[in-house]
């Protein structure tokens, strides 16, 4: 294999040039004038610890000041910037300042050395090594051998085990949500039941399952985050006629009030845009557009299921109630998603 | 002598009878630096990381790394009453009642982006100029891992604060956990602490955020360095510069003076940001909840391009035998990632392995000397440029009133497009730098200055370029493409042949140059 192509023509190298002279180095008033420059650079940064310890204790912290461009900025917390900044930055270049113009300049050489050790060293340490591994007879001594590779192979179980109490087992908890047959829709915010009859065409709600036992006066209530990330759902009225469903997914509609969950089926993420005019869902987060009047069908983006459709009717008081939980895992997908 | 150098000695002298000092510092303050702006880089990635340490650990002080719930009754009005966790409210309080705490809290995230941008800056530097080759591929994985490394430190520090849109991006980490077949399941319940959001997860990352992967960072970082330090520094090619030495300023005085003051300028910097640029301002965005989202939910810049490469992903799912696998997280979160991160890491293996040099180099190529690797770097550019775009979709469909659609298709179609296009347009720009190379050296430069010649005609004087640049301009090696034999000398075919073709094939691709002018050709023209 040849690899490099031969250098036999090559121009020459004119060598290291000459040091040049600074102005510092040749004429006495520049090397003042320098030093003097160096100095000023030091003062600023002390002008700038000074304006920061004035800020921290003197300016109060409700006090706006009006700065051309920025706008209406905090006197306190600008003081503490502005001063420390100078304090750090005007130290940094009297340093270098200080390094370019007085301090000697003339560049070195340094030789190059390969990293290869001698074939000698090399040899030796082959020798080292080898004897070193000779003196553990692990090929003689296959007892030793085998029970260690045993010892081993389970020493390394019990680090992976000790994590084992990090957290709960999934079992079939992505799969349930707090919607049970005949829950009631409240709404989110507010806890309120919804009548079908007060939903007009077009409005859109984002419900959360009632909590059971829970009055309607009382103010707070425990809904734990991980339930929210799961029991969110939107309604939304249109006219019936504008639906385009499968008589199943028809059948889970009431009176043109259709109910999807608000959890992406890519990510998980809000599902929190709805868009009036073309009766589109979209997410946020990567941009899934979802179809109402298809019931939530995919038509873009990176999601590849529609969103779980929540089976609704009323009870006898004409609240809106689930009829039946969902009938499908919500939000993102995972391994064990029986997706079929 | 004076007194100050007396005690001087006196400590110096304690020190060396006890750990034999003098010798090993003596030849370290011994060693050279070579002089040149890009060599800033990678010290401004120290120097960042530095800063966040320090404003790191006065975060600490006040943060509550808690997912308890607590009632806010801070001094920020709009969020007094409402519910939230204690690492939120503690962000509120560092951000109204702690002075300096606002500004700290800047200074920090300024920090972790200059960070990342001078990683990225560094590591094309590094790329472009061939400073990862033999003897330095160590240095070069331990600076991908690195990176790696920062794209998880930034992440789990922007969740922290347990706002609506760090709390997003938790969620969409997640969903990538949960997507991995077999396993993501238990990995997300183990590390959350039960389902989304669980109890655990803030101060589980806390942990891994300001123990355990700083440790790491400032171990790989010391190794990083030290054989920065025991290789030597490269150096551009120039005058009296060869593979065999290495020229610039001694560590002391001024390599000490210039780099000190230059961690003091860079903290100047990202502290005068802190103070004047506003980032991250947690309380617009409020407390987080599974239920709830902001519109225009973006992630940092490090992380865009990941979020963009989700947003552009084919909507595919896979169900059989009761089991679903998420190609359409997994392909655009893990695999693309892996690829190309694994891709990186092994770059100067693969491009040894094309070239057959197994040499040391110590002189840094110039990018337009190496079209091939530079049309590669700039190919790999573009399509994280392109994600990045992907990535801020919605941002400038609103600000440039576009269809969000058409801007994800444009993003769909060019990221397959676009990067094999910047590379066949990079290899045909570096050659035609060689060209422009060549015509220098031959020529020399235009002056600007038009003479008539006594016959009427119009020519411009060109005036001969010094020897200094023209050993610069011609100095590169132009190695010759591999030659494989594919039969032995017994006319039987070797093993391998599939493999070496395609070597022989690369190899050539990578030797394509724009012959350098030779001492001859120019003692030629000389003479004209």
Redesign the interface.
């Known amino acids: 294999m040849s690899t490099v192509s031969n250098e036999i023509e090559s121009i020459e190298d004119p060598g290291t040039p000459a040091h040049v002279a600074r102005a510092a180095d040749l004429n006495p008033r520049s090397e003042k004038r320098a030093e003097q420059q160096v100095a000023i650079l030091f003062a600023l940064s002390g002008v700038g610890s000074l304006l920061l310890i004035y800020s921290y204790i003197f300016i109060p912290d409700d006090i706006f000041i009006f700065i051309p461009v920025m706008g209406n900025q905090n006197a306190h917390q600008l003081g503490l910037g502005i001063g420390m900044a100078m304090s750090l930055f005007f130290l940094g270049m009297a340093a270098i300042h200080w390094a370019k113009t007085l301090m000697p300049e003339t560049e070195v050489v340094n030789h190059r050395h390969e990293f290869r050790s001698s074939d000698e060293d090399r040899a030796e340490f082959v020798k080292t090594v080898k004897d070193g591994v000779a003196g553990v007879q692990l090929g003689r001594r296959k007892l030793i051998k085998r029970s260690l590779a045993v010892s081993m192979g389970l020493f390394a179980l019990p680090p992976v085990l000790l994590l084992r109490d990090l957290g709960p087992l999934p079992k079939k908890l992505l799969e349930t949500t707090n919607w049970k047959s005949g829950t009631r829709l409240v709404t989110d915010p507010g806890d309120r039941p919804i009548l079908a009859s007060d939903l007009e065409v077009g409005s859109v709600v984002q419900v959360l399952p009632a909590i059971e036992g829970h009055s309607e006066d009382s103010e707070h209530h425990e809904r734990p985050l991980k339930d929210i990330a799961k029991d969110p759902v939107l309604l939304i009225r249109l006219r019936p006629e504008e639906f385009n469903l499968t008589p199943e997914k028809l059948a889970m509609t009431h009176e043109g009030i259709i109910a999807f969950s608000k959890i992406c089926s890519h990510m998980g993420c809000a599902v929190a845009l709805y868009e009036q005019q073309t009766k589109h869902l979209l997410c946020p987060c990567h941009q899934s557009t979802f179809d109402v009047t298809r019931g939530a069908k995919v038509i873009f983006g990176p999601a590849a299921r529609p969103l779980p459709q929540l089976d609704i009717t009323v009870d006898a008081e004409g609240y809106l109630i689930a009829r039946a939980p969902f009938n499908e895992s919500v939000g993102p997908s995972y391994w064990e998603r029986n997706s079929q | 002598m004076t007194t100050g150098e007396k005690r001087i000695g006196a400590a110096a002298n304690f020190v060396d009878e006890r750990i034999g000092a003098a010798g090993w510092v003596k030849k370290s303050l ?3 630096f070579p002089d040149h702006w890009s060599f800033m880089l990678g010290e401004v990635c120290m120097y960042s990381f530095i800063i966040l340490l320090i404003s790191g650990t006065f975060l600490t002080f006040w943060f509550d790394p808690s997912q308890r719930e607590v009632i806010y009754n801070g001094v920020y009005e709009p969020l007094q009453g409402i519910e939230m966790s204690a690492a939120y409210a503690s962000t509120l309080d560092i951000s109204f009642e702690v ?2 705490g ?2 700290m809290r ?1 200074i920090h995230h300024w920090a972790a982006l200059i960070f990342m941008a001078a990683i990225v800056a560094h590591l094309l530097r590094v790329f472009f100029t061939g400073a990862f080759r033999k ?1 330095r591929e160590f240095n070069w994985i331990l600076g991908i891992l690195l990176v790696t490394l920062g794209l998880v430190e930034g992440l789990f520090g922007y969740s922290l604060p347990d706002d609506l849109l760090s709390g ?1 991006g938790m ?2 980490t ?3 956990i ?9 990995i ?11 109890v ?1 997860f803030i101060p ?1 990352i806390f942990t891994l955020h300001v123990l355990l992967i700083p440790g790491i960072f400032l171990a790989v970082i010391t190794i990083h360095v030290m054989l920065v330090w025991y ?2 520094h490269t150096q551009f090619a120039g ?12 560590i002391l ?2 390599y000490m ?2 780099a ?10 990202t ?2 940001l ?3 640029a506003s980032i991250n301002p947690v309380w617009l965005f409020g407390p ?10 973006q992630p940092d810049w490090y992380m865009g391009w990941l ?1 963009g490469l ?8 896979t ?1 059989a035998f ?5 190609w ?2 997994l392909i ?1 979160a893990l695999i693309v990632p892996g690829i190309l991160f694994t891709g990186m890491a092994l770059y100067p293996f693969i491009e040894s392995w094309i ?3 197994k040499r ?1 180099h ?1 002189l840094l190529d110039r990018p337009r000397n190496v079209p091939n690797r530079t049309a590669l770097g700039v190919m790999s550019i573009t399509f994280v440029l392109i994600t990045l775009i992907n990535g801020g ?2 941002i400038l469909a609103v600000a440039f009133d576009l269809s ?2 058409q801007i ?1 298709w444009f993003s769909r179609i060019s990221v397959f497009v676009l990067p094999p296009l910047a590379f066949i347009i990079t290899k045909r720009l570096c050659l035609s730098l060689q060209r422009a190379d060549r015509d220098l ?1 031959l020529h020399g430069k235009e002056t600007g200055r038009l003479v008539r010649m006594p016959s009427g005609e119009f020519v411009e004087v060109h005036e001969p370029i010094s ?2 640049k ?2 610069i301009l ?2 590169h ?4 493409a ?3 034999e594919m039969v032995d000398a017994r006319g039987v075919k070797r093993p391998g042949t599939l493999k070496n073709k395609l070597r022989v094939r690369m190899s050539k691709a990578h030797a394509v140059a724009v012959p350098k ?6 003692k030629e023209i000389e003479h004209h």
């Open positions: 011994n060693k050279v002075r300096g606002l500004l800047q003897p997003t969620r969409i997640s969903a990538i949960q997507a991995i077949p077999l396993v993501g399941t238990y997300s319940f183990f590390l959350f602490g039960g389902e989304f959001p669980g655990g589980r290789q030597k005058p009296g510069k060869t593979e065999k030495n290495v020229v610039g300023h001694p005085p001024v003076a210039k000190g003051g230059f961690f003091f300028i860079v903290f100047g910097i502290a005068f802190g103070a004047v987080y909840t599974p239920g709830q989202i902001s519109a225009g939910s979020d989700v947003r552009m992903a084919p909507p595919w799912e169900h009761g089991h679903t696998v998420s359409n997280i655009p070239t057959g040099d040391e110590h979709n919605d969000i659609n994800m050296v020897a200094e023209r050993w011609t100095s090696e132009q190695p010759a591999l030659e494989i002018v030779t001492a001859a050709e120019l």
